[in-house]
């Protein structure tokens, strides 16, 4: 008789009351180059608070030196110059997340994020080694284009590449940098920027020698032209074809990802925050039906089993900060508890306890098996969840390991002025 989802949780599930007793992941971990630590929402604490101890320990114990988050590349590239000690000299972290003015600003811009780049600040004062913070989204089109003018007109005023950079610019400007204004041009006027910003693109890497610093400058140019050139495709897609953008995104965080990994040298090691529709694999959900990838499954296809490791989270009720329309100002929502017989509800019915599961040989059939689990968006409606918010998955083909908090809270935010695309 095969075994249900439920015995098999009472089996191989062990309880923790504390990130230390999460040790055993980090065992799984082994020799791991690249780490995927998931969330189940973006205004969850618990996640946040974890995934930065889980963070610290692969730094300290596994020469972990690169963090990408899915985060804006410029507002991030400001974390790193601070805990890396090239500017902001005099700043507190909170001063510093006042670069994620981006709605939703709550995703990076939260006490939990403070507290662990402070963290990180003080570690890479203490070591040789030190530990980066990367943005890898797609949205910052216009903050790239600007970081793009600014560096030029810096480091090479008479130079082709600033000449390319405010071609490119000027293409954009009158769509008064809004996003949907130029989606719905694209889409209907063929009113594309794609020469100029594909062209910037080439001309930046090919001169990429004249731009190296001391302080990744050269890398933040290269990656701000990046993002001008998939967000330009990004946002030509949108009206098109839901599918067709989710997937130019996700592309486009695995290129800034091995674009990282690629600068810092081939022995560096990555830890990737991202939401779990990112770094679960969708060939074990749904998404697959719909000829959809995402970042879990490309960097599987990219690199050996051994080298990669996937860590999904997930609640069973509490609390969450999110939206009911985008844009509009955040709130403290209710996350009610799981609709039965999804992987939520199952885990807290063998007991109602935080506790983790190491998918391997012993256990991936028992897990290998459809099942709804839960995921919440910064847009969310309690009261429609069971519809719209639970992804058919495999569990144990989808993650390496996942860590359950039977109740949660929601992020601390800290006060940022928004702004909205």
């Known amino acids: 008789m095969e075994q249900s989802l439920e015995e098999a949780v009472r089996i191989h599930a062990k309880p923790f009351g504390s990130p230390a007793d999460l040790a055993p992941i980090l ?32 730094i300290q114990e596994k020469g972990f030196s690169l963090i990408a988050v899915e985060g804006d590349w410029p507002s991030s590239h400001q974390v790193n110059r601070f805990i890396k000690g090239y500017g902001h000299e005099g700043k507190t972290a909170h001063e510093v997340l006042q670069a994620f003015s981006r709605w939703p600003t709550w995703m990076w811009a939260n006490e939990e994020i403070a507290d662990f780049i402070v963290w990180l600040k003080e570690h890479n004062m203490q070591s040789d080694a030190k530990t980066g913070f990367y943005g890898i989204d797609i949205y910052s089109l216009w903050e790239s284009m600007d970081e793009i003018v600014h560096h030029l007109t810096h480091t090479d005023p008479d130079g082709g590449d600033l000449e390319l950079a405010k071609a490119a610019f000027s293409c954009f400007e009158p769509f008064n940098r809004k996003s949907d204004s130029y989606s719905i041009a694209s889409a209907n006027f063929s009113a594309a920027c794609v020469d100029e910003v594909s062209k910037l693109l080439a001309s930046i890497r090919a001169n990429q020698e ?30 098109k074809s ?13 290129e800034a990802i091995n674009e990282v990994r690629d600068y810092h040298g081939k022995d560096a090691k990555i830890i990737i925050w991202e939401h779990n529709t990112h770094i679960g ?19 599987r296809e990219q690199n050996r089993p051994e080298d990669l490791f996937a860590v999904g989270f997930g609640t069973y009720q509490g609390t969450v900060i999110a939206s009911e329309a985008w844009g509009i100002p955040h ?30 040989s012993d256990n991936f059939s028992a897990f290998d098996r459809w099942t709804g689990h839960r995921a919440i968006g910064v847009v969310y409606n309690p009261e429609h969840e069971a519809y719209g918010n639970y992804v058919p998955s495999r569990i144990s083909r989808r993650y390496d390991a996942f860590i359950f908090i039977n109740e949660t809270k929601a992020l601390d935010p800290v006060p940022v002025k928004h702004t909205i695309e």
């Open 281 to 299: 694999d969708a060939r074990a959900t749904d998404m697959r039906n719909d000829g959809m990838l995402n970042v879990g499954q490309v960097l």
């Open 242 to 254: 839901g599918e067709i953008s989710w997937n130019i995104r996700d592309e486009h965080m695995v």
């Open 27 to 58: 065992e799984a971990i082994g020799d791991a180059k690249i780490v995927m630590l998931g969330e189940a929402s973006h205004g969850t604490s618990e996640f946040y608070t974890v995934r930065a101890e889980l963070s610290k320990r692969l």
């Open 331 to 360: 709130e403290v929502m209710e996350v009610p508890p799981a609709r039965t017989n999804s992987w939520e509800e199952i885990l807290h019915r063998t007991g109602a306890h935080d506790k983790y599961l190491i998918f391997d």
């Open 210 to 239: 004249h731009y190296q610093d001391e302080q990744e400058g050269d890398l933040n140019l290269g990656i701000n032209a990046l993002v001008a050139k998939n967000a330009e495709d990004y946002y030509r897609s949108v009206m």
